[in-house]
T-cell receptor, first 112, second 112 residues
Framework: GESVGLHLPTLSVQEGDNSIINCAYS??????FIWYKQESGKGPQFIID?????DKRQGQRVTVLLNKTVKHLSLQIAATQPGDSAVYFC???????????FGPGTRLSVLP | ETGVTQTPRHLVMGMTNKKSLKCEQH?????MYWYKQSAKKPLELMFV???????ENNSVPSRFSPECPNSSHLFLHLHTLQPEDSALYLC???????????FGPGTRLTVL
């Protein structure tokens, strides 16, 4: 499969446990954030998004939390499954710009 | 499938070759992007096309030449590349530039 990043931060969790993936963003004026998942051999896929007027948003088995005070974004995955193994990226759009800025990614490994 | 296709999926070329990467989106979007994904680095935005006009070129060397003949197709023409250009090249599209981007599976390029 594709090697997205040989030395990415790695999070290993047991199947069935909850996962928390963190992201520190750079610009306090960013007003839109997305989490992407990239599986081996595939392009990034949208998971969930959140705008700066919210601090929490829930999807199916995933929750995104936004802490604007410390410029921190997290992705929580409930009951992690083997299919969740992938690299996860956060992306932000600063309110002065028009392009997404992507984080370096975190590799999630789900242990049986 | 995300609705964004890329061909070829893998490409090996010599430094003197000329080749082209192709991207097609079936989503009716009006913005298309080329990104470079290298090991140990975040996604790097190369080019942005909005309404078929190039609106951004992020200091990309002239050996990379994009072309957007219509809103559904995007090409990246390559010539006299260097080994450090070896990477995964991702195409994405979106409806408006401030919304979620849908990515293709990428072309894994190796320059010998």
């Amino acid at each position: 499969g594709e090697s997205v990043g040989l030395h990415l931060p790695t999070l290993s969790v047991q199947e069935g446990d909850n996962s928390i993936i963190n992201c520190a963003y750079s610009n306090s004026a960013s007003d839109y954030f997305i989490w992407y998942k990239q599986e081996s051999g595939k392009g990034p896929q949208f998971i969930i998004d959140i705008r700066s007027n919210m601090d929490k948003r829930q999807g199916q088995r995933v929750t995104v939390l936004l802490n604007k005070t410390v410029k921190h974004l997290s992705l929580q995955i409930a009951a992690t499954q083997p299919g969740d193994s992938a690299v996860y990226f956060c992306a932000e759009i600063p309110n002065y710009g028009q392009n997404f800025v992507f984080g370096p990614g975190t590799r999630l490994s789900v242990l049986p | 499938e995300t609705g964004v296709t890329q061909t070829p999926r893998h490409l090996v070329m010599g430094m003197t070759n000329k080749k082209s990467l192709k991207c097609e989106q079936h989503l009716g979007h009006n913005a298309m992007y080329w990104y470079k994904q290298s090991a140990k680095k975040p996604l790097e935005l190369m080019f942005v096309y909005s309404l078929e006009e190039r609106v951004e070129n992020n200091s990309v060397p002239s050996r990379f030449s994009p072309e957007c003949p219509n809103s559904s197709h995007l090409f990246l023409h390559l010539h006299t590349l260097q080994p450090e250009d070896s990477a995964l090249y991702l195409c994405a599209s979106s409806q408006g530039r401030l919304n979620e981007q849908f990515f293709g599976p990428g072309t894994r390029l190796t320059v010998l």
